[in-house]
């Protein structure tokens, strides 16, 4: 036999011998995300289930570090896109010596292990929009990567009720001053309160509300901002020697920034 050939007969051996994991066996082993639900609003917990499958008649080994299995990030294992861009890590980032085998867990034959974790608490998801994300495998894991899920952020609208409960909270902080608050603008996307007495607070500029909520919207970067306007009543009783705090009118306002 010619020494050439030889030589390709030994190398096309040698690659039979060494390949990687094939598509197939990857396959066998999957990851999997999945969310109870896909809308959010702004500030709302964002918990996602990741499960790790066996679909094979064995018993399969792995190491969870750098998973969600390990029931806190430790590490970036999530890529999740946002107009275009990754989000940046923020959690936790652990340093350990080389696995053993005390470390890994066991999956048995077509078993699933699964684990829910809050993504927010290491990825800034506060923006409204449409984000993309998915779980990366690792090599300290061997784990593959899982197929892309989304989910969406809308921006949080508090309802008459809730703007009402605010006013009053306010209302009552203030109850006993000189000349107690009656007017409040309660952003209906925080709940926070933007101003009281708008019209008289500012003097002697005299801006009249609708300018000042929209400079508030323009400098948080909004085209738009939608607010409720409140004005309460403080009616006081001899008989019971207490202040009762009155609705005198509840209004939804969006107003274009300036």
Same mark, same amino acid.
């Given at each position: 036999m010619k020494p050439t050939l030889l030589v390709l007969i030994l190398i096309t051996l040698s690659c039979k011998t060494n390949k990687p994991m094939t598509d197939k066996t990857v396959h #066998?082993?999957?990851t999997h995300l999945e969310m109870s639900k896909n809308t959010f609003q &702004?500030?709302? !917990?964002?918990?996602? %289930? $990741?499960? &790790?499958? /066996?679909n094979t008649n064995t !018993? $399969?080994? $792995?190491?969870?570090w750098q998973t969600p299995l390990e029931k806190e990030l430790t590490a970036n294992c999530f890529e999740i896109i946002y107009k275009g861009d !990754?989000?940046? @890590? %923020?959690? +936790?980032?652990t340093k350990r010596i080389p696995p053993t085998k005390k470390d890994n867990l066991l999956l048995s034959p077509q078993e699933t292990s699964t684990q829910t974790i809050n993504i927010n608490k290491a990825y800034s998801i506060d923006k409204p929009g449409t984000y993309t994300i998915r779980f990366l495998g690792r090599p300290i894991n061997k784990l593959p990567d899982s197929k892309s899920i989304t989910f969406s952020?809308? %921006? *949080?609208?508090?309802? +008459? #009720?809730?703007?009402? *409960?605010?006013a009053k909270r306010y209302a009552k902080i203030y109850l006993r001053a000189v000349n107690p608050p009656t007017h409040f603008i309660v952003d209906a996307e925080t709940g926070h309160v933007i101003g009281m007495n708008i019209e008289y607070s500012l003097n002697p500029k005299k801006m009249i509300r609708e300018e000042y909520i929209a400079m508030y919207g323009k400098d948080r970067g909004d085209s738009k901002i939608a607010v409720w306007e409140i004005?309460? *009543? @403080?009616? @006081?009783?001899?008989? !019971? /020697?207490s202040t009762k705090i009155e609705v005198e009118k &509840?209004? @939804?306002?969006?107003?274009k920034a300036q």
């Open positions: #066998k082993i999957t &702004v500030g709302d !917990t964002i918990p996602i %289930k $990741f499960s &790790v499958q /066996n !018993t $399969f080994e $792995f190491c969870p !990754t989000l940046p @890590y %923020k959690g +936790r980032m952020i809308h %921006k *949080k609208t508090i309802n +008459r #009720k809730e703007a009402l *409960k605010i004005i309460l *009543k @403080y009616e @006081y009783s001899r008989t !019971t /020697n &509840v209004q @939804y306002l969006t107003i």
